[in-house]
Nanobody
Framework: QVQLVESGGGLVQAGGSLRLSCAASGNIFSFNAMGWYRQAPGKQRESVATITKSGSTNYAVSVKGRFTISRDNKNTVYLQMNSLKPEDTAVYYC????????WGQGTQVTVSS
């Protein structure tokens, strides 16, 4: 069973930065793609950034130029978030896709104005 554990969330002022980490129980290159998603109160979960096995990345328009998804050579995917805005406040989830989909428990990111 695949396990994904997110960390790095917290409270930050607008304009600040955070780096989220997602540690997978297996080799991340066994997945076709991995990504970060977020869900704000009262809103649907939305895709923030994804990275494929080949390294191609894709970003939501709202975060392009501010967020960067990356990975190490083994089992961790990162989301560097810069120039944070109050509207980035949400629970951030890590996901992995390979046939089925796997999700972490989420980490809270709160951006104060």
């Amino acid at each position: 069973q695949v396990q994904l554990v997110e960390s790095g969330g917290g409270l930050v002022q607008a304009g600040g930065s955070l780096r989220l980490s997602c540690a997978a129980s297996g080799n991340i290159f066994s997945f076709n793609a991995m990504g970060w998603y977020r869900q704000a109160p009262g809103k649907q979960r939305e895709s923030v950034a994804t990275i494929t096995k080949s390294g191609s990345t894709n970003y939501a328009v709202s975060v392009k130029g501010r967020f960067t998804i990356s990975r190490d050579n083994k089992n961790t995917v990162y989301l560097q978030m810069n120039s944070l805005k109050p509207e980035d406040t949400a629970v951030y989830y890590c996901a992995a896709f390979s046939g089925g989909s796997y999700w972490g428990q989420g980490t809270q990111v709160t951006v104060s104005s």
